[in-house]
C-alpha cells in the first residue's frame, strides 16, 4: 500500500522560509515522479514543483527562483524548500507520484499525500 506523509507546514510572515518534507511508503516502482501541489481556499489545485528519478525539476513559474524540490539518499523522501514566501503562497500543500516524467497535470497523479497547511501573514 503506497503511502505518502507530508510535514513542515505551519504559520510564517511574509519573506520567511519553510521547508516541506514527504514522505512515501510501498511505492511500486522504480522510475517515477513526486511533486508538490497547493490548494488555496476556493481555488483549484495547482502544480509548484516535481523532481522525477533522475533528479531532473520542473517548476511553476510563479514559484521559479523562490523555491527548490529535492529529495534524499533513498529518493522516497522529497523535500520543498520555500523561500521569500508570499501571502498567495497560503495553501494546503500536497505531495503526490506519478509514473508521468515531471507531470504537471494534478489527474496524472496517482497517489496523494493528506497535506499541510502553510499560511503566510503579510
Known amino acids: 500500500q503506497v503511502q505518502l506523509a507530508e510535514s513542515g507546514g505551519g504559520l510564517v510572515q511574509a519573506g520567511d522560509s519553510l521547508r516541506l518534507s514527504c514522505t512515501a511508503s510501498?511505492?511500486?516502482?522504480?522510475?517515477?515522479?513526486m511533486g508538490w501541489f497547493r490548494q488555496a481556499s476556493g481555488k483549484e489545485r495547482e502544480f509548484v514543483a516535481a523532481?522525477?528519478?533522475?533528479?531532473?525539476?520542473n517548476y511553476a513559474d510563479s514559484v521559479k527562483g523562490r523555491f527548490t524540490i529535492s529529495r534524499g539518499a533513498t529518493r522516497n523522501t522529497i523535500y520543498l524548500q520555500m523561500n521569500d514566501l508570499k501571502p498567495e503562497d497560503s495553501a494546503v500543500y500536497y505531495c503526490?507520484?506519478?509514473?508521468?516524467?515531471?507531470?504537471?497535470?494534478?489527474?496524472?497523479?496517482?497517489?496523494w499525500g493528506q497535506g499541510t497547511q502553510v499560511a503566510v501573514s503579510s
Open positions: 503526490a507520484w506519478t509514473q508521468r516524467p515531471l507531470s504537471d497535470d494534478p489527474s496524472a497523479y496517482t497517489y
Open positions: 523532481i522525477f528519478w533522475s533528479g531532473s525539476t
Open positions: 510501498g511505492l511500486p516502482f522504480s522510475h517515477y515522479t
